[in-house]
Structures are given as C-alpha cells and as structure tokens.
C-alpha cells in the first residue's frame, strides 16, 4: 500500500546511518540534508551521537517515533527492526539491504516476515533490495545523480535500482526534469503495478506528472498493468517502457509454428500494444523517448531538417523515413524565395543546410518559412553543433525563442556537448531538453508515431456464433491436436473463410471430391504434425491418375491417418497462430505465412480479444507490410479482410480458452478475398483437483 507517510512523510527515521557518505547510510542522509526535507530528521548509530548534523540514538528501541525509516542495515537485522517501529507508529519503510529473497531461502524468510508485519500494521513497503524513493518531498535514496527535480516532470519506475541510476545518468544531460523516481527492487509488498494503480487512482490532472517511463524485469499482474496504463494514457499521460528478460532462451519448446515463434516477449509485445505502451530497448532510447514527450504532440509525419551540417542531415533523413515517417522534398516558388534569402552555395531541397557560415537569422528565417509558409512540414529537426570556432549562444537563444512561440514542435539536436558544453548547459537551463543524436531521436519518434492508443475494451462479436464453439469444444474428449472437419467446424463457427476440404482414407472418395470441385487440387497427409517436412503436401495435381499416385504414397508416410484433398487456390501466403501463454492469457501473432513465418519471423503480436484498430496496427507494424500493401506491380491483400479474421480469431480464443496453440497457415490473400487453407488448433482441457476433466 502507498500511504502519505511514504509520499509526505513530517519525519523520516535513517537506520544505519553514517559519516561516511560512501555508504548507503550515509549517502542517504547526505541526500535527504541537500535536498533540504522540511520535516524532522533522526538517525540510529551505535557509535555516534550525532551524524551529518543530526542526532543519533544507539538502536530503534531508544529512536524517536518516525513517519518513514529508512533502513540501511545488514538484511538480518531488519526484521526486529521493522517489528519495534511499528509498534511506535511507523507507517512507512524502505529497505535499501539486500541478501533477501533475491538471494536465498532463509533471505526469503525474512522478506516474508516484514512484509506479514507491515501488513498488519498498515504500513508501506519499499523494497528490499533498492536505492529507495526520490520525490519532490524527500529524497530518500543513496544514489546519484539527482535530477533537477519538477511537478510536472517525468515519474521514473524502475525494478532495478542500479538501472535506474543509469536512466537517471542518461537523462540528465538531456535536460530531462523529474517528479519522482520509484525503485521497487524486490517488490515484496510495491511493485510497478501498484505504482501505476496508486498514479491512476490518484490523478490530479492540474497538478499531476503525465509522463511516465517504466523499467520492468517481471510483470506479475498483466491485467492491472494493462488496466492503470490504459486508464492514465487516456487521461492524458503517455508511458514508455523496457520490459528487459524476454529473451529467446526462455521460449517453450513446441510443435506448432506459433509455438515455435512466440515468446515471453509475444506477450509483452501485444500487453504494451493493448495497453498504448511506447516500447523501448535501452536506457537512451527510454530517455530521448521521455524527451519527445515533453514537447508539443505531433500532428503528422512530415519533417522538414534544418541544419548547418550536411551528413547528419542525410542520416537523419534514412532513419526517419526507415521509421514510416517522411522527409518531403520541398520545391517551387516558396523554396525558391528562401534559398535566394541564404547564402549561395545553401540547399533547401529538405534537409535544408544553411551552411557552416550561416547566422542566427537564417535559422529563424528558416524556422518562419516551416512554421508560417510550408503547409506540408508538421514538425522540424534543427541541427546545430559547433566545429569549435564559434560560440552558439545566439543560436541556441534563436530555437529557445521560437520553441516557446511556434505551434509546431521543434527537436533541438545539439551534438556539441564537449565544444559547446557552456552553450548547450545555457539552452537546457531554460527548460529545454536535447538529443544529441539524430538517429536515436529518429528512432524514439517512431515508436511514439506507431504505437497505438490503448485498445477498446469491447469485445467483437458480430458474426462469431459462440453458443456453437462452445458445443464443440464441450463435445471434445481428448487433449491434443483436433481432426480436420473440428478445426473447420471451430473457424466457420467465428465467421473464418474456410477452403471446402474432403478427408477419407478411401480412394475412390478422395477421387470423387476431387471430380466434383475441379482439378488442380492440393493433397495432404492428415497425421504428422509438419507434414511438408515428411512430403506431406502436393499442390497443382492436375489428373485423376497423379492424385491416385499420391493418395497411395501419402498413406504409406509412418502416422498418416488418412488423405486431406482441397481446390488449389492462389495468392499471396499469410499467418495467423494464437498461443496461450500463463498471466497474460492468448497472444495472437500474424505475418506472411507459408515457409516464410519461421525462417523471416516478421510477426507481430496482440492479447486476444482484440479491437479492429489493433489488428491495423499488427498488420502494419510488419516488415512485409509493403508486401500486404502490393508492391512492384504485384497485387496486395485485402487488409480489411485481413483484419477482421484477426479480430474473429482473437474472439474465438476468447471463449475456447481450452486451445493452448494454434496456426492457420497458410492464408490465402487476393484484393478481394481471404481464405484459410490450412489450420491447425491444440487444446488442453482444465484438470479438477480429482483429476478429471472439468
């Protein structure tokens, strides 16, 4: 629980606390002195009767009643710590010691009875294992740096204490301002979840930071983390994470192709998708995203570059338009007039480069064309560093007046932190922030561009006939993979195009289906699981006689049980699987499919159910997005089609939760329709405690 004594405490209690300021205790204390905490400061020391120039008692049993401790002693003694002041009054807690459950069992043991303790005392916990809490109030940690610390800038939230050091060490000479700072390091009674819950139960929208950015290891409650991240992003805050641990070493093993693809990271993937989450991969990405925040919000993707350097302008330009965002040429008379306005030799065709001679009142001048004159410009990079022969006072002072006046944003990248430190330390004291680098600020912009707002919480049920999946899902006796003519009774039941298809083990009726429907047909062997890799599938049979030929192979292949036959169909191959995975429930994948799913693994995810607006964005967060598109003559896919048996297949999963794996692959996709061809669907029915099927 998060209380007032943790967030406001009048009085803070340092245990451990020391002279030595290259210890946590007396790190801690030097932090809370500088910081000049308004409330009443007392610390235990068994040898000194004063530390830092507050008073100390020699144990917590002769210390002072206390709204917050701070304990910075070793993990076995914190415990009968925690147990003598709450008995006096002490509501909140942070424990900086490790050698908890991180650790060992009887580590484990101890966490277990402070957190039974705080409980029933109704107190708050924070930690163990962590550096502490930092706010506006208190600055309860040991670490440095210390942001520049402001009510409107961003909260930071981290698992790890160490990490968020160096997010703070990365933010900072961004110019980036904090609220708050949370490491909840063992999260024993607050983690990152409750955090969120306490911010989203407890907005104030007139005085609230609406910036957020997360550092997780470990989700233990997807639900509420999609919950309170939804809800304060549609209040208005935006949030940006690392989730770090999701890596491939952690994937189950697994028969289908979307066992084989989806992972941990799946899921975290499609959360932060449902959720309007701006993922992130490192520390800079996590700060230059929290920096875009801070500037006015984009209203489109076009960019114009300004800049007095040629070769940032052009790196700039390749990673904006590798992220879906747009450089457009600018030509005619508009661009005509500026150019004759600069010096000779100066190009405006975007970037524009007012050379390395060029003035401050060409930057504005440029900066008055983008904002006033170029209709089609929604946002402008300026470039401005120094080759070390000039001072940029003047320059700087320019983007800082015109980023307080202009309505479109203004991304001022000052690369010259070393030959223009004094410069660059003038312009983010004024309250600016800084990227020092173009293409990771590029690439920050484009996950904030692409990433969605956060899902309906409708479900899609219009054409989905659940009272029919569910018969036949209750009908189903055995675990495992499902027969043909079930896989294709569960998709017609959601609304999914399904090939007409024939199974039998008799010849003559392959061949009869086959007569009825028209050649060319395609055969497979009904059995083994990846039935390519046996010579399980023929296409283009164009005769009676070749499909007798391989009707009679096929059943000689070990496991067949019988011949598939369907009409051979044409276009383009995609995917759509589904894997249940614990705590987060079924992730949908969908890319190109055929062989293309496993050896190119462009997918991408959602947490079924699903809304049609992320279904867009799965589709169009793919590499092969263009392919979708139709390109280089080709013809593309129906992408609404294409959507919509997502959305069918996410609500489907919705009511079969039994099905643990499933794949439909291939898709077959033309500009008019949508057609599964093949599929496959795992189910896995819940155990009761006597061992039988529920």
Not at 186 to 212: C, T, W
Not at 246 to 263: F, L, N, P, V, Y
Request: hydrophobic share 45%; with cysteine; net charge negative.
């Amino acid at each position: 629980m998060i209380n007032r004594q943790l967030l406001h405490p009048e009085s803070i209690l340092i245990v451990g606390a020391s002279n030595n300021i290259h210890k946590p205790g007396g790190a801690i204390l030097r932090n809370l002195l500088n910081g000049h905490f308004a409330g009443t400061l007392a610390a235990v020391n068994p040898k000194e009767a004063e530390v830092q120039g507050v008073k100390a008692w020699p144990s917590v049993q002769e210390a002072p009643a206390a709204d917050l401790a701070v304990l910075a002693i070793p993990a076995a003694a914190c415990p009968e710590a925690v147990d003598v002041l709450t008995e006096k009054g002490t509501k909140a807690f942070i424990i900086l010691s490790a050698g908890f459950g991180e650790e060992t069992h009887e580590g484990a043991l101890l966490e277990e009875h402070i957190l039974q303790t705080v409980n029933r005392h109704g107190a708050a916990l924070i930690g163990p294992n962590c550096i502490g809490l930092l706010n506006t109030w208190h600055h309860s940690v040991f670490s440095q740096p210390i942001p520049q610390l402001h009510p409107q800038g961003v909260d930071l939230i981290s698992s790890s204490g160490a990490t968020a050091v160096f997010i703070l060490e990365s933010a900072v000479t961004k110019g980036l301002l904090f609220n708050s700072v949370w490491s909840v390091g063992n999260a024993k009674q607050i983690g990152v979840e409750d955090v969120l819950a306490y911010m989203d139960e407890h907005f104030d929208p007139e005085r609230d930071s609406r910036i957020k950015l997360l550092y997780i290891e470990s989700i233990a409650d997807p639900d509420r983390l999609l919950l309170h991240a939804s809800s304060l992003i549609r209040k208005g805050c935006r949030i940006a994470a690392i989730k770090a641990g999701s890596s491939e070493s952690g994937r189950r093993a697994a028969s289908s192709h979307t066992g084989a693809i989806a992972s941990s990271d799946s899921a975290v993937e499609a959360l932060f998708r449902k959720a309007g989450i701006v993922r992130c991969f490192s520390r800079e990405e996590l700060t230059t995203v929290g920096c875009v925040f801070t500037l006015p919000e984009l209203r489109g993707k076009n960019f114009a570059i300004v800049t007095h350097a040629g070769g940032p302008g052009v790196m700039l330009t390749d990673a904006l338009s590798k992220g879906g965002l747009n450089v457009p040429h600018l030509e005619g008379p508009l661009a005509d007039e500026l150019k004759a306005r600069l010096y000779p030799g100066a190009a405006v065709g975007n970037p524009i480069d007012i050379l390395a001679t060029g003035t401050p009142e060409h930057l504005r001048l440029c900066l008055d064309y983008c904002e006033e004159k170029l209709d089609n410009i929604d946002a402008v990079m300026a470039i401005f560093g120094t080759p070390g022969l000039v001072q940029m006072f003047e320059m700087y002072d320019v983007l800082h007046e015109k980023m307080q006046t202009c309505r479109k944003p203004i991304f001022p990248i000052l690369p010259s932190v070393n030959t223009a430190g004094a410069e660059v330390a003038d312009f983010l004291a004024k309250g600016h922030v800084n990227f020092s680098d173009e293409v990771t600020l590029a690439t920050a912009l484009a996950r904030i561009v692409n990433a969605p707002r956060p899902a309906s919480n409708e479900i899609e049920l219009f054409g989905v006939d659940v009272p029919r999946i569910r018969r036949i899902i209750d009908s189903i006796q055995d675990d495992g993979y499902l027969p043909p003519y079930l896989v294709q009774a569960l998709l017609r039941s959601a609304g999914i195009p399904v090939v007409e298809e024939f199974v039998s083990v008799r010849k003559e009726e392959v061949l009869a289906f086959a007569r009825r429907t028209g050649f060319p047909v395609v055969a497979k062997v009904v059995g083994p699981v990846h039935k390519s890799d046996v010579g399980g599938v023929v296409l283009n049979i164009k005769s009676e006689q070749h499909l007798a030929l391989e009707f009679d192979r096929m059943m000689q292949i070990p496991d067949a049980t019988a011949v598939m036959v369907q009409p051979m169909l044409r276009g383009t191959e995609l995917f759509i699987g589904a894997k249940y995975e614990e705590k987060f429930g079924h992730v949908v994948l969908c890319g190109l499919g055929g062989i293309f799913v496993e050896v190119l693994k462009d997918v991408s995810s959602g947490l079924a159910p699903l809304s049609y607006a992320e279904a867009y964005s799965m589709i169009r967060s793919l590499r092969a997005y263009r392919i979708i598109k139709g390109t280089r003559g080709q013809q593309g896919v129906n992408e609404d089609k294409f959507a919509e048996i997502i959305v069918r297949l996410s609500t489907l999963l919705r009511f079969a939760t039994e099905i643990k794996e499933m794949d439909i692959n291939p898709l077959l996709g033309t500009e008019k329709h949508i057609i599964a061809v093949d599929a496959r669907i795992c189910i896995e029915k819940p155990v009761a405690a006597d061992g039988t099927l529920e």
